[in-house]
């Protein structure tokens, strides 16, 4: 299989795909009808899959951390320390599998659960009256 995604890429773009440092192929695809691969400069969509991504200049199948880290958690303490937080844990595979979920980036789930969180407030006792704990309201005005 990989052997089939080489010879299509040094057909197309004329280069050795071993050299290119951004090249993973997804193995989970039969190459006959289908090339999943970063050749024009993104990752191929993370499946939930039993499929490997294979980075092809180092010919290691990435790890559950390598694509929580493509997709934006802090796995590493550099990258912890640039986004101003802790280091992700990431000891357990399966659970670091969990956690990638169904390959949303952890900037594009942020934005959304502050986008919903912002057309909300609390309503206060004297507005509502019962179990005004647990109840808010919509901000219409």
């Known amino acids: 299989m990989v052997r089939v995604l080489d010879q299509d890429y040094k057909r197309i ?7 290119q ?10 190459p006959s009808f289908s090339r999943t691969w970063s050749a024009r400069g ?3 969509c993370f499946r939930r899959n039993t499929g490997h991504y294979l980075h092809r200049a180092s010919g290691r199948v990435m ?7 493509a997709l934006g958690w802090p796995t590493t303490q550099q990258i912890a320390s640039n986004m101003m937080t802790t280091c992700f844990p990431t000891l357990d595979t399966s659970r670091g599998e969990l ?6 980036a952890l ?4 934005i959304v659960i502050l986008v919903g969180l912002s057309c909300f407030k ?3 006792d004297s507005e509502n ?13």
């Open 13 to 19: 773009y004329g280069g050795q795909p071993q050299q």
């Open 21 to 30: 440092l951004d090249l993973v192929y997804f193995l989970g695809d039969n």
């Open 42 to 44: 993104r990752l191929p």
């Open 63 to 69: 790890t559950s951390v390598d694509r929580l880290t």
């Open 99 to 104: 956690m990638a979920g169904n390959a949303m």
């Open 107 to 110: 900037g594009n789930v942020s």
């Open 122 to 124: 609390r309503v206060s």
């Open 129 to 141: 009256g019962w179990c005004s704990n647990f109840i808010f309201k919509s901000r219409q005005g």
